[in-house]
């Protein structure tokens, strides 16, 4: 991907940013230091020594962090401080020195050269790095950070510096690239964008200068953890499953292993440089983890709220905040004085430009704009200037804009050409060259030697204009004459199609020799030929008023963009730029003087084959993940799959009996755990709340808030799903026909029902008007279900006909099960303590209600209850916000040990047990259905046909419908 999609013309209102400067105040002076005895807090324990304030106390802390914080709604954050570790490796909470930028902030980023003493910042709001050229963490000296580097999007950018070679690199997740510049020039040009193939949106970044390996998360469709050399070469993706979106990344260059926080898995993790032994060390819930740093045996994470400590190797925890009127923490990095004995290859490498460290050696390479000669060290320059830019056309000129001018508010264009009534534009990034159409003809110019010269003359009308840089010809629509001529500055034009109907927008695919319009044919149509001009045809057609104006391409998806949008802002002078996978924009600025703009165009000499990454076109036609291995690919399977024969397909080896499944409601995805052995197999559906119907084999679920009940084969064929007219979010399944009772709430009335769905797809109501449900199982064999109503548990008939309760006064929340060996209910009840939760079991008949476990309330954020399913004696129970289930024995309840089911889960919402041996069927309906044409009902003593809302039995008949009165959903002939 490139830049090319993300600017976009609109007017915006500007909202800009309230610029207040608040000096820091040195409690040192306050305290009776002098100036330069700068120490912390008087306040302060370590600094009320009985016999004097002790100004010292700062030197005898050798290490400690530096930590941002942002300003959402506050001017008065500091946005950097300094806060010093004891030995023991925690910070101590009072800040040495703390800074404001003149700026509000929404996200930095930092790290440190602890050998040059140099820190670095990324501002957010700034569109910028900033430096501070010596962060002595005793100096609270104000205004030290000066721009560095300008020009980077507004996204979640991460830094890293090599302290060995003194070089620092950045994501850019907008711009989809990671950059690396040289510390060792002051030449702020001195960089270049070092990996920009195959990446989706790189955020978290991290570097082991010792090992030359620079680690960074790419986040996509299967987010990764990936490694290369530290000169980009020799990329490989080390984590690969289970990542949803992996924000930071710290390398342990002592340890060689790699720690990273995952914000929406809210965890704390860790791997092997090789990706290998990964372990979770820390689940935080509700938490909005930013950043991690290491440093000897500690992790320090950045929560919004809170800074943790952790032991890197166990895990063990303790949070705490540091400075006043802090909004939010965003970044931290850890500085220290220890200099390491590492050599440094850069220091005689003989580079002319920027020097990388490769493992054993360096390698040069140039900055962006220039190539690197045969010498391997000395750069020549490849164009004057504009290697990322926007290239626009006002009334009279064609004017250039780099891509760095986002960092400003005031854009200066340079106009490189002077032209009137420019209508369309397209580049040729290969050669440097821009064509222009206006209405009579087609000019061309190199971008570095501007000079208009004509390309050829337009008879017609012209309404569109693409380049193929395959062939490298321009084509062009006109709408009048009805034909697409094609040209090139070697070559006369050529009529390429004719006898079409108005067509217009003309787009090529080049690597996919396609050629691609807009029509008027009978409303409006996009129509398609091969470049060869063979397989014309209409793609699609519209009959209504509507009509297509635009065409864009989509190399992602392999997919046809078209927009139907058709104001257009002939008065535009403001550029927005816009990110197009983040809902907020990055920037905007007001061209100085260049009038109304009539065309604009991204110019990105790095875009040429982009499109042809390995992965880019439909996966890499590989059914989970695709990873890029230089122009190849090679597919991989998602935990709980396996690679199939055919090297992109999928599959799990579905387990039939005595199987556990359980709903990750972090990563939306449904396993199946086999009881003896606790071996994973994946199920290929979104989805969180899965349930057995052995009669068909098909697994049966539900998503959060869905109004839909699915089905499918536990192999992943076969899905079905029947829609109801409401939410549905409990359901059993009757294991003797493979009825799916359900329970659901009718929009804005409140309103609950439960109504049984066959498999057929056949939907019928047995219970309306219900105050709020909790909980639903049946017992087919016995021929009654059960549910908790209104405080009540009631039993009734699986036809719905006689509903009693059993027991009264029950503050359920949620999770009920029946132990089909002793028909005791088991559920999950608040206590008298409002905080507090039990679970509750009754006898089948209501009888001997007792409480098998108290949850005690002090550890409730851990342990709120929320689902439960049994197997023999084990009773196993989600955890709110756990990934690990708890196992309780119901002979013996204090004995409780964790169910960790294995794999990189997140947290389990659901869980379900199914046993063959422990759900006996119904006699009638297990035996042909009961003989029932549709649906057939289990009752107490045997069971009884039923047909679907609105249908009758056929006359004289018990068990036969009149016609059915929809179509098989399900499509299973039961
Ligand atoms: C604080 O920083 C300023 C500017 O770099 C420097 O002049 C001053 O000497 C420093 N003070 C101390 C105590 O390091
Ligand atoms: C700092 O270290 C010195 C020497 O080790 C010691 O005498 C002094 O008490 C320490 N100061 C504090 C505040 O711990
Ligand atoms: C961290 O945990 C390890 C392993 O349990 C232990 O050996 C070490 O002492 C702990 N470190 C600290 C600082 O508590």
Not at 294 to 310: E, F, G, M, S
Not at 424 to 450: G, L
Not at 701 to 722: A, E, F, I, P, R
């Amino acid at each position: 991907m490139n830049i090319a999609s993300y600017a976009i013309l609109l007017f915006l209102a500007l909202s800009r940013y309230k610029a207040e400067i608040t000096t820091a105040t040195s409690n040192c002076m306050e305290s009776g230091c002098s100036d330069d005895q700068q120490c912390r807090d008087a306040n302060n324990e370590d600094c009320k020594d009985e016999t004097s304030l002790d100004c010292q106390c700062k030197s005898n802390y050798t290490h400690g962090l530096i930590v941002t914080c942002y300003d959402a709604y506050s001017d008065k954050t500091k946005h950097v401080y300094s806060v010093p570790i004891a030995q023991n490796g925690t910070p101590i909470p009072d800040p040495i020195w703390s800074h404001r930028f003149p700026t509000s902030v929404l996200t930095l980023r930092v790290d440190v050269d602890n050998i040059q003493k140099k820190a670095y910042i990324y501002h957010s709001n700034k569109h910028s790095i900033y430096k501070n050229p010596n962060y002595n963490y005793g100096n609270s000296t104000e205004n030290l950070w000066t721009v560095l580097s300008k020009g980077i999007s507004s996204g979640l950018v991460s830094l890293a510096v090599d302290w060995v070679s003194h070089n620092i690199y950045w994501t850019d997740p907008t711009f989809k690239w990671i950059v690396v510049q040289s510390l060792s020039s002051s030449d702020t040009s001195m960089f270049r964008v070092l990996i920009q193939e195959n990446l989706y949106r790189p955020e978290a970044l991290a570097l082991d200068p010792t090992d030359a390996l620079l680690f960074w998360s790419d986040i996509g469709k299967f987010t990764t953890i990936v490694v290369s050399s530290l000169s980009g070469r020799n990329r490989k993706t080390i984590v690969l499953s289970n990542l949803l979106r992996t924000i930071s990344l710290a390398a342990d260059h002592q340890g060689h292993r790699l720690y990273f926080v995952d914000t929406e898995r809210d965890t704390v993790e860790t791997v092997t440089y090789d990706g290998t032994d990964r372990k979770i060390l820390l689940t935080k819930s509700y938490s909005s983890l930013i950043d991690v740093a290491v440093y000897q045996d500690t992790l320090y994470v950045a929560d919004i709220r809170a800074l943790y400590v952790i032991n890197k190797t166990n895990g063990n925890e303790f949070s705490m905040t540091i400075g006043e009127d802090v909004y939010g923490y965003a970044g931290l990095a850890v500085f220290h004085e220890e200099v390491q004995p590492v050599t440094d290859h850069c220091q005689d490498c003989g580079c002319e430009q920027i020097c990388l460290t490769e493992l054993g050696g360096a390698t040069c390479i140039c900055k962006d704009g220039y190539h690197l000669n045969e010498d391997n060290k000395t750069c020549s320059l490849i164009g004057t200037y504009f290697h990322r830019a926007l290239v626009f056309s006002n009334a009279s000129n064609i004017c250039i804009l780099d891509i760095t001018v986002l960092a400003d508010f005031v854009f200066d264009p340079v106009c490189v050409l002077q032209t009137t009534g420019t209508k369309y534009m397209v580049f040729d990034t290969d050669q440097r060259n821009i064509f222009i159409a206006n209405d009579t003809a087609i000019y061309w110019t190199n971008v570095d030697n501007p000079k208009l010269q004509l390309l050829t003359e337009i008879s017609g009308s012209i309404s569109g204009m693409s380049w193929d840089g395959y062939d490298r010809n321009v084509y062009w629509t006109e709408a009048d004459t009805g034909k697409i001529w094609r040209t090139s500055i070697e070559s006369k034009a050529q009529v390429f199609l004719e006898g079409l109907a108005k067509p217009h927008d003309v787009l090529i695919l080049p690597h996919h020799r396609l050629v691609y319009w807009i029509s008027e044919r009978n409303g409006s149509t996009i129509e398609s030929s091969n470049i060869d001009c063979s397989h014309q045809h209409i793609v699609l057609q519209k009959n209504d008023s509507l009509k297509w104006i635009s065409l864009s391409y989509n190399p992602y998806e392999n997919r046809l963009g078209y927009t139907m949008v058709t104001s257009y802002e002939d008065e535009v002078t403001t550029i927005w730029f816009h990110s197009l996978d983040d809902i907020d924009y990055m920037t905007e600025g007001e061209c100085t003087g260049a009038g109304p703009i009539s065309v604009i165009k991204v110019f990105d000499e790095n875009n040429r084959q982009n499109e042809t990454g390995p992965c880019f076109i439909l996966n890499g036609e590989c059914e989970q993940i695709c990873i890029p291995n230089r122009m190849s690919r090679m597919c991989t399977c998602a935990f709980g799959f396996m690679l199939a024969e055919d090297g992109k397909t999928c599959m799990s080896d579905p387990v039939m009996d005595e199987f556990m499944f359980v709903g990750d409601i972090t990563h939306t995805s449904m396993y199946q755990i086999r009881l003896n052995d606790t071996n994973v197999q994946g199920i290929k559906a979104k989805g969180i709340k899965p349930r057995y119907d052995p009669i068909h084999e098909r697994v049966i679920w539900l998503t959060l808030y869905g109004t839909k009940v699915y089905s499918m084969y536990l192999n992943g064929t076969g899905q079905t799903d029947v829609q109801i007219d409401r939410k549905a979010y409990l359901f059993d399944v009757d294991v003797s026909t493979g009825n799916v009772y359900f329970v659901s709430e009718k929009r804005y009335t409140r309103e609950f029902c439960i109504g049984v769905i066959s498999p057929d797809g056949t939907y019928l109501g047995l219970r309306e008007g219900l105050l709020y449900v909790y909980g639903i199982v049946v017992s087919p064999s016995d021929g009654y279900m059960f549910y908790i109503h209104n405080n009540t548990i009631v039993r009734d008939t699986m036809d719905g006909t006689h509903p009693e309760t059993l027991l009264e006064g029950v503050r359920a929340s949620g999770g009920f099960t029946v132990d089909f060996k002793t028909g005791y209910l088991y559920w999950i009840e608040r206590s008298s303590d409002p905080e507090g939760f039990l679970i509750v079991y009754c006898e089948a008949d209501g009888s001997n209600r007792t409480t098998l476990y108290t949850f005690e309330t002090s550890s409730l954020n851990k342990y709120k209850p929320n689902n439960l399913a049994i197997h023999g004696d084990d009773l196993f129970i989600t955890l709110r916000k756990q990934s690990t289930l708890m196992k309780l024995k119901l002979s013996n309840p204090s004995d409780i040990t964790e169910f960790t089911v294995p794999g990189s889960l997140g947290k389990i919402g659901f869980v379900s047990i199914y046993s063959s041996s422990a759900q006996p069927k119904n006699a009638f309906c297990s035996d042909h259905n009961g003989n029932c044409s549709t649906i057939c009902l289990p009752t107490p003593g045997g069971g009884v046909c039923a047909c679907e809302d609105g249908i009758q039995f056929k006359e004289g008949s018990t068990s036969v419908c009149s016609n059915s009165k929809q179509p098989c959903l399900f499509n299973i002939i039961v």
